[in-house]
């Protein structure tokens, strides 16, 4: 058997095995009377060194020069999933308090243009999942003002319809027209609501106008046509 083929076989033999520690230690010295005996190349040494430092815990100073040396390079794919993996492991075992890397930070003027400008116009009139039509600019009934408001709010005690709590904001609760038409100012058609639930009712107006008609145990047809039901 050549010298060649036998460091083939000895390299099969030994791909996948753990060393020992006097094993490694056995290994370095021996690349490292290679490299200065000039038989080596400058790698295999970097190797050696490397082979005897793995295991051992990176001080601060050293951890902050790898950072600095590494930053700006281009991750790979098989180092982003990495560093993915290891914070879902942080996470779930507590040593990562928040989820967001962006928390406590803040962000850069030229990347707060920069949503501004690639937001712009995203969220307007028909591109608004709020969007009626524009009925929110139509006008209420001159009937319609602070006395009446205050006297829908003390009918129900100063509470919220649905919730019946108190304003948590220390603002007046909101009065919500059940049917949704500003002109249709009979009592049974007004109601308060804080003002979180109040913003909701914008959104799936159908749901909202059945649930306040059972609540109010009146018919969703009598509300429409705006009759005075007792």
């Given amino acids: 058997m050549t010298f060649q083929k036998g460091n083939q076989m000895a390299k099969i033999y030994l791909t996948g095995r753990k060393k020992t520690a006097a094993h490694k230690e056995k290994i370095a ?13 400058i790698p295999s040494i ?18 902050r020069k790898i950072g600095e040396r590494l930053k700006g390079k281009p991750k790979s794919e098989k180092h982003k999933l990495a560093l993915r993996t290891a914070r879902r492991r942080g996470i779930k075992e507590g040593r990562i308090t928040s989820p967001c890397w962006w928390k406590g930070k803040k962000m850069p003027l ?31 009934g001159s009937e319609f003002n602070n006395t009446m408001r205050r006297r829908i709010r ?66 969703p047809e009598d509300q429409l046509e705006g009759k005075n039901v007792a």
């Avoid at 005897?52 to 050293?62: A, N, Y």
């Fill in 29 to 41: 010295a021996t690349l490292k009377r290679k490299y200065e005996s000039g038989a080596l190349a």
């Fill in 154 to 219: 003390e009918k129900y005690g100063n509470t919220c319809f649905l919730t019946r709590k108190e304003s948590k904001s220390g603002r007046a609760l909101a009065v919500h027209h059940v049917n949704y038409d500003k002109t249709d100012n009979r009592e049974i058609n007004l109601i308060p609501l804080q003002d979180s639930i109040h913003q909701k009712t914008n959104t799936n107006r159908d749901y909202w106008f059945a649930l306040f008609c059972h609540l109010i145990r009146v018919e």
């Fill in 46 to 63: 970097l190797y050696a060194n490397a082979m005897k430092k793995k295991g051992t815990h990176l001080s601060t100073d050293t951890k």
């Fill in 110 to 140: 030229i990347m707060r243009q920069h949503l501004s400008e690639a937001h712009k116009g995203c969220n307007q009139r028909e591109k608004n999942g709020m969007w009626h039509g524009g009925v929110s600019f139509l006008p209420y």
